[in-house]
Structures are given as structure tokens and as C-alpha cells.
């Protein structure tokens, strides 16, 4: 980018065309039309058959991704990977059938992906605001303290345990091996709330542990990867970024629970007042949105926002409709999020044929029995809680996914980690996320109902909103 | 483009970046958050007000749209109209709120860009597969014939009129009057059939008869396109890309309505199979987007593509259920559409201080009664329908919408218009678009539902879905 804007001084007529030349907006459309139908047709294969055999659809779904993606099928490929339009099969299918020049490949292919990459998000941020709007603010607050636990031994554990062994087993020096140990420490709050929510299971008190402890574990994730980052770049801790962070995130987290109060009756009323289509369902997007924004801004995520959203909304009158609206919204976008996930990962690095994964695989065992055993054991902190899921809850705290990509890949870009390292922390990103669904699965023996979100339908419109 | 492709050959490394450097996507997603609560907002403080005073929302949100967009408040600019990011408000707040910095402001601002127009053409992909579910294939039918002589009367009457008055009382030359003249066959099928939904006349005759002609006065308009567009290239009509255009557009046309009879029992029976999340909307999107993609690679409209998968759909028993589901995705993605429309409509053509302008009024003044009298007589040609609201008919095919700017885009592309009659058709357009909506709703005495869209909303969801 630094190289880029030199270039950009000396070359305007190229600044420009670069900056705002538009690219053919209609290929562009048939691209994403393209890359949409790829998605949906992945995740209700994977879905479906997943569902069949009775694990959560959402598994199916990110097997799908890989299926389509950078690993098998090459449909649905991102320039982050380093793949280039060339390798897109979109793109040729988009030269043979519509035309697509070779010289206009990279263009449309670089911002079909910024498209499909935005769409995604939005994905995320809309699950995360429907999870919300099923969450009880009460609830969460009532299992705070333990999911609080939950979260710091989460992070403390996986972080001590896979830093420790790293350096001391296999010699590997600090700063990597910190490193490696900051990857551990994630959990996926869009996984983990997505099955719950599949399994009828996020009203739980499980459930709400699971998820409050996931959110704060983001935000502790966050902090760590901050602090790791630094290190990694100066060798030194930027103290007065990690005490932003943490008073940031607390000013949100509080600021939201307060703001939501005052905002839940301004809603119900701005809603009232609107008598054009999308009256409950735009107005509380733009609250979301905002939210979201906020969160994004402040160095939290996006997701964090639309959450909170989402658990202030679900305390007005409108709960029932808004949900019912959102649904819809949120099957026609989570599953781009999902599927891209799958189409991102890599699973070159399980290829025993490369040596750098030989190397590594034997630092994945070891990373991979941490990254388990170090969130199983959260459960065990649960206090005042009888007869509570230990187990249950510890499970739900495994999946990295894509907060563990963003780790390895800043990891990667840092330079700090040796290949087979970072090979190594792929493959726990990979089998702890493919692992935990169907593992959540199963320490929840009965499932109540299975593939609809739980409280989420109204009952006269089962037949028409669970499928 | 050429330019371009000619240095990324010479500087590979620059090339590269230029396709696949990725932008920071955390800043693009907060620049995309608050583009939609920009439109959001102005969607709905436009649309209210429009229907507070008696007029249909969609004017308001076009209105709104203006507001926001390049001609007033500058929050959301698009790069085809010249502007750069440095005129982006967005932008700006970015840079003060999210640390965006003036080097990354170019590459998000086209990022942003990208993706509000690409989600604006999905708006208006799934308004007319939504118009398309709500339309009745054999009631369409019983009007064709009424229809396409409305759709060939509007195409041929203000091409005639517009050409050979610009040539004779102006003295305009061929090619230029030519050009202007094709403009004013445009008709918007999304303005029309958004205004008809609203006033609950689309499944009125009249409106069938609109929508026909519209939809029918969409392909011709394409193939009036392509002959002015080779016409001002080479002074000579492409023979071959016409028949292609004709050919290729019937045969989508009744190839759609062969295969829908075929497709409709596949999809009800695909439809029962699946059990999990979004199992009627998935698959009725991926036939709507592979509908769309064929139009759009056959060089015709990918609405017209999502209409036609619309019409095949409403046949099926899971109408119902569909359209229950699309109504929130809609209300989320038809805003971004009209706002976009309004927001890069340039109203400094308006404005008499320019001496371009002061040229250009006097023939925007002949053309935008051409416009309008040009398309109102379509509705006397209409037969065999005794007692028919042969004005409403005329008025529905005013509003040019879209299509005209397309045509007035590639006209000033062409370097064919002088720039005191590109201005004038410009004017033109925005005329005829904002005059559409009110001369509508009051040619249409008794309004039936005001901002419900007629028949899609199932008695038990009205209070859910219609505000």
C-alpha cells in the first residue's frame, strides 16, 4: 500500500484509474449472482446432510465452504489466500459464458470477493444480532460471574499451557511461542452460538454461560492479540493501547446495557410512528448498524455491537415481530458467512506430503490436546450451579474458527512463526472448529428442536419460518 | 482500463496490487455500516414523510436519496459521477471517528462503492421477483397483446416525436437527436412497479397492462440501446447484435415460461425435502439468481431474469410462504436501490447559473413534453378493454428512472451529445421520475392499501409485516 501511494504521487492518471476506475458493474453482478448461487447450493447440501445425520446443519455448511473453496472445488476462492483470479473457476466459467476479457479478470475478481467478503460480515453481524434479540439481558447478567470465570480460565489456561509446552518441549523461543499460545486462547462466538441455537439449546443455562463467556472471551481475545501483536512487532508491550482497549470495551459493554434502557421505549415508539413497509425491522437495523459501527471503530468487532443490539432490542415489545422479520434476513446471510469460512480454510496444511506439515504435525497433536483439554476444563469453574453441564459447557468453549484464523493470520504476517508452527496452529483451528458441533452435539444428549432457533418462531409460523 | 493493463504488464508488482492488495476490511465494513444507516435513515424519513402527505414512499425515498447523495449533503457519493473520495462525507467521519487514513481513503471509498451499488442491484434483482411473486403469469398473458401494443406505441411515438423535433425546431444532426430520442422510450420497470404495489393497483388490470408493457418496453429499450450505441460508434447499425438481441430475448422469455411449468413441481418437491433453515427462500434464490445471471450474460437485465423466476415461483403452492419470507429482505434491500438512484442524481443540471444548463433548458422543456405526452397517448391505444383507465395506462409508462440514466450515461460516454443536450436529458429524466409517483397515485382515484404491497401480506401477519 506504502508502495502504492509513492506511485500514486508520480502516476495520478493511475492513481485514479486505480482509486474510481469503475469496473463493468454488470460483470460484476453476474459475478456475485455467480458466487451466491455457489454459496446457497453449498450450504443446503451440506446443511441438509448434516442435519440428516443429526449433527448441526451449521457444520454442514462449513464442510460445504471447504468444498467449494480454496481446498477442493476452487468455485469460491479470496485474494487473501494469495490466490489470484486465475485460479477462480467463477471467473472462468464468467469468461466462457458472459464474456469476461482476461484484462477485466483481476478487477471483477478483486471486487467480487471485497462483495461476497462485506456480504459475509454483514452475515456475521446479523447472526450475532439475532442471537441477541433471543438472549435475555437478565439472564446473561444473572450467569455473569461465571461465564466471566469461564472466559479467564479459558484464556489463562490454553495461553500458559500452549506456551509453556512450546518452549519447553519443543524449544521453541519465546516470542512464537507466545504467539502460538494467544491462538488458543479464542473462541468463536459465531460457531458456538449457531449451534446452540440449532440444538434449541441457547436459552439453556448452559447456553447463556457458553455464550456470555464467549463474548467476553472475544474481547479478552482482542486485548491478547493486541498485546501479542506488539510484542511480536517492538518486543515490547504497548501498555497504553491494552488499557484503551480494556476500558473501551468495558465504556461499550456498560454503555450499551444503559443506552439500551433509555432506547428500548424511543424504539417502540419511532416504530409506532412509521406506516411504511420495513417500519420495525430498518429502524432497528439502524440501531444495530450504529452499534456495530461503534464496536468496529473502537478496535473491538463488529459482531460485539450487533449483539448488544440485538439483547437491548429483545427487551421491548417488538421482540416477537422484529424476530420474525429477521429471520428470513438471517438465512439468506449467515450462510455466506459460514460457507466462506469453509471456502477460506486451506486444508493444504494437513498434507502430509509437504514437510513443513510433517514438522508441524506433531506440535498440532500437541496444540490440538491443549486447545481441548485447556477449554474442556472451563466447565470445572462453574460455581453455584448444581447440576449444571460442566462438560457441556467446557465443549461449547472449543471452536476457534474464524477468530482463530485472524490470530494465524496475523501471526503469519508478523514473521514471528516458522512455518510448521504456523502450519501447526491451522490445523488446531481447523479440527477444534470442524470438532466442536458435532462434539456439542452429543454432551447435550436430547436435543429439543433440532435445525430451528429456539424461541425464535412464533407458533403460527412454524410451518412457514423453520424450513 | 487499456492504459491500465498496458502498466500492469511493465510493473507486475504494482499490478499485483492494484487486483488482489487487500483493503482493510474492518474499515470497509464500518464504511458499509454507515452507508446503510445512512440510506436506512433517509429511506425512511423520506418514504414516511411521501406517504404522510398522500403520495407513494418510493418518492420520498428517491427524494431522500438526493438528500444524502451528490447533489446536497454528499454522505453517499459514487465514483461514476467523478466524485472522489475527498467529497465523500463518509469518508471524512471515518477519517475523524475510525482513523481512517488519507492514503486508505481511496481504495475504502471504492470498496464502499462497490459493494452499495452491488447491494443496490440486488435491491432491485429481488423488488422484481418480488413484483414478479405477487403477478399472476396468465393474467400477464391475457394483457399481452394490450401490453406490447402500449410497450411499441411508448417506444415508437416519443422516439419519432423526440428525433425529428430535435432535428427540425433545433437543428440538431442525426446522430445527437437520435440519441435523445432513445432516451425518452425508457420506461423504469422498478419506479412503475414499486408505485403500483404501493397504491395496491398492481393486480388491477391497469397495472398488469403496465408491468407487461414495462417489462416489454425494457427488452426494446435494450435493443434501441444497442442500435443508437453502434450507430454513434461506427455510423452504422450492427445487424448481427440486433437479431442477437431479438433472438436471444424471446427465446428467454418463453424458454423461462416452458421451464417454469417444468420447475415448479421440482421446486415444491425440493422445497419438502429440506428441513433446515431457510428452506424455501434458498432454493427460490438460487433459481431467481441463476434466472438473473442468464439475463444478465444474454445481455439483457438481470431484473428482468428475477422477474421472470418471480412469475415461474408464484405458481407454485409455496407462494404464500415465499413471499412472507422475501417481504423483510425487500424491506432490508429495495431502500438501497431507490436511495442509490436519488443519490446519484445530479440536480446541479438544474441549476440556470450554468450556461450549459440555460442552452439545455429550452430543449429539457420540448423533451420533457415529448416525455410525457409520448408515453400518456400509450394508454388510448389500448383495445378491447372497455371501461379501463386508458390514463393511468399512459401515466405508469412516464417515469424513465434507471433507464434513462443509463441511456444518458452511455450517450455522454459516446461523446455524441453536446453537453447543453446531455443536460437537457437529464432533466428530462429526473422530471419524468419524480413526477411519476404523485401523477400516479392521483390518476388512481381510490387508493386500497396505501404501503402494503397487494396480496402479499397473509391477514395473520399484517400487523408484522405491512409497516
Known amino acids: 500500500m506504502q508502495f502504492l501511494n509513492t506511485i500514486n504521487f ?49 457444520l454442514g455448511e462449513l464442510v460445504g465452504g471447504v468444498l467449494v473453496g480454496t481446498s477442493v472445488l476452487h468455485l469460491l476462492v479470496f485474494p487473501e489466500g494469495g490466490t489470484d483470479s486465475s485460479n477462480s473457476l467463477i471467473m472462468t466459467f464468467l469468461q466462457i459464458t458472459a464474456g469476461l476479457t482476461p484484462e477485466a479478470t483481476p478487477q471483477v475478481f478483486a471486487a467480487q470477493s471485497e462483495v461476497i467478503s462485506v456480504l459475509a460480515e454483514l ?78 439449546r441457547l436459552n439453556s443455562k448452559e447456553g447463556q454461560i457458553i455464550l456470555g463467556a464467549a463474548v467476553i472471551d472475544d474481547v479478552l481475545g482482542i486485548i491478547v492479540l493486541a498485546v501479542v501483536a506488539s510484542l511480536a512487532k517492538d518486543g515490547a508491550v504497548d501498555v497504553s493501547n491494552v488499557i484503551y482497549l480494556i476500558v473501551s470495551a468495558t465504556a461499550f459493554l456498560i454503555g450499551a446495557v ?3 434502557n433509555i432506547f428500548n421505549k424511543t424504539f417502540v415508539a419511532i416504530a409506532d410512528l412509521l406506516k411504511t413497509r420495513g417500519g420495525v425491522v430498518i429502524p432497528a437495523f439502524i440501531f444495530a448498524f450504529i452499534m456495530a459501527y461503534i464496536a468496529d471503530v473502537i478496535n473491538l468487532e463488529a459482531i460485539l455491537g450487533a449483539f448488544a443490539a440485538g439483547l437491548v432490542l429483545e427487551e421491548t415489545d417488538k421482540r416477537k415481530e422484529l424476530q420474525n422479520q429477521v429471520l428470513p434476513i438471517a438465512d439468506m446471510l449467515v450462510p455466506v458467512f459460514f460457507v466462506a469460512v469453509g471456502a477460506k480454510t486451506d486444508l493444504g496444511v494437513l498434507n502430509p506430503a509437504i514437510p513443513t506439515n510433517r514438522e508441524g504435525l506433531i506440535m498440532a497433536i500437541f496444540l490440538i490436546t491443549v486447545a481441548i483439554i485447556g477449554k474442556v476444563i472451563t466447565g470445572l469453574a462453574v460455581f453455584g450451579q448444581p447440576g449444571i453441564n460442566r462438560l457441556a459447557i467446557g465443549v461449547g468453549m472449543i471452536p476457534r474458527g474464524e477468530v482463530g484464523l485472524v490470530f494465524a493470520g496475523v501471526g503469519a504476517a508478523s514473521g514471528a512463526l516458522s512455518k510448521p508452527l504456523g502450519a501447526a496452529i491451522i490445523m488446531m483451528v481447523i479440527l477444534t472448529t470442524f470438532l466442536a458441533p458435532p462434539l456439542l452435539r452429543f454432551v447435550f444428549p436430547e436435543p429439543k428442536t433440532a435445525a430451528t432457533v429456539d424461541g425464535a418462531t412464533d407458533p403460527s409460523l412454524i410451518g412457514s419460518n423453520s424450513k
Not at 455467480?34 to 453449498?42: E, G, H, K, M
Open 10 to 58: 508520480t502516476v495520478p492518471l493511475l492513481a485514479n484509474a486505480t482509486a474510481t476506475e469503475p469496473v463493468d458493474s454488470s460483470m460484476v453482478v453476474a459475478a456475485v449472482l455467480l458466487s451466491l448461487v455457489v454459496i446457497y447450493f453449498a450450504s443446503k447440501l451440506g446443511g441438509e446432510l448434516s442435519n440428516k445425520i443429526g449433527l448441526p446443519p451449521v
Open 123 to 200: 452475515g456475521v453481524i446479523i447472526l450475532l444480532f439475532e442471537i441477541g434479540l433471543e438472549s435475555n439481558l437478565k439472564d446473561l447478567m444473572e450467569v455473569g460471574i461465571q461465564a466471566f470465570v469461564v472466559a479467564v480460565v479459558g484464556v489463562v489456561v490454553p495461553f500458559a499451557a500452549g506456551t509453556a509446552g512450546l518452549m519447553i518441549i519443543f524449544g521453541i523461543s519465546a516470542v512464537p511461542a507466545i504467539f502460538a499460545g494467544a491462538a488458543l486462547t479464542a473462541t468463536s462466538i459465531g460457531i458456538t452460538s449457531k449451534v446452540l441455537s440449532e440444538i434449541g
Open 258 to 260: 444503559i443506552l439500551g
